[in-house]
T-cell receptor
Framework: QKEVEQNSGPLSVPEGAIASLNCTYS??????FFWYRQYSGKSPELIMF????GDKEDGRFTAQLNKASQYVSLLIRDSQPSDSATYLC??????????FGAGTRLFVKA | NAGVTQTPKFQVLKTGQSMTLQCAQD?????MYWYRQDPGMGLRLIYY???????DKGEVPNGYNVSRLNKREFSLRLESAAPSQTSVYFC??????????FGPGTRLTVT
């Protein structure tokens, strides 16, 4: 059974701080890694994807991938109250089946 | 450009009733997916269609059937609804195996 594990949270950070969200996966053959944001009652929205080991930055977001440790993370710099949402880690093994984690709830305090 | 649309938004069924959830995308994507999302369990893949004319089972296909009507439309059918199928259903589409774009969801309750 391929698994994607996330801490359910809630992770609470003050406004302006760095939020660090983590994810581990079990399938060593995984090739594509995604972070989705989901506001309460809404659908998931893609915010970052990463395919290679290392860091990938996009604005206030940085995705980090370490395939040897089977670990992917998302850093949110200068966190804003509008970043309060559930963040879903998703992992794809190269086919069309993407496995989603259960998500981490983030709360940014103003 | 509406992206991915789903109908209906809400539905209540009695046990044993059948229904079809509709999904359409206008992004010219080849691949389409149906997921269900239950509290604390994340998104689970029910069925997917890699391209027009093909469908394959995902993680939780039992109790469901799908039809890829054309490149734009992918429907999900519950033949005999059960309370265990109470969930939020999301349709998604993607260009090949890359990032997926989700519809607004259908909230289904089976009593």
């Amino acid at each position: 059974q391929k698994e994607v594990e996330q801490n359910s949270g809630p992770l609470s950070v003050p406004e302006g701080a760095i939020a660090s969200l983590n994810c581990t996966y079990s399938d060593r053959g995984s090739q594509s890694f995604f972070w989705y944001r989901q506001y309460s009652g809404k659908s998931p929205e893609l915010i970052m994807f990463i395919y290679s080991n290392g860091d990938k930055e996009d604005g206030r977001f940085t995705a980090q991938l370490n395939k040897a440790s089977q670990y992917v993370s998302l850093l949110i710099r200068d966190s804003q109250p509008s970043d309060s949402a559930t963040y879903l880690c998703a992992v794809c093994g190269g086919g069309f089946k993407t496995i989603f984690g259960a998500g981490t709830r983030l709360f940014v305090k103003a | 450009n509406a992206g991915v649309t789903q109908t209906p938004k809400f539905q209540v069924l009695k046990t044993g009733q059948s229904m079809t959830l509709q999904c359409a995308q206008d992004m010219n994507h080849n691949s389409m997916y149906w997921y269900r999302q239950d509290p604390g369990m994340g998104l689970r893949l029910i069925y997917y269609s890699a391209s027009e004319g093909t469908t394959d089972k995902g993680e939780v296909p039992n109790g469901y059937n799908v039809s890829r009507l054309n490149k734009r439309e992918f429907s999900l059918r519950l033949e005999s609804a059960a309370p265990s199928q109470t969930s939020v259903y999301f349709c998604a589409s993607s260009r090949d195996i890359y990032e997926q774009y989700f519809g607004p969801g259908t909230r289904l309750t089976v009593t």
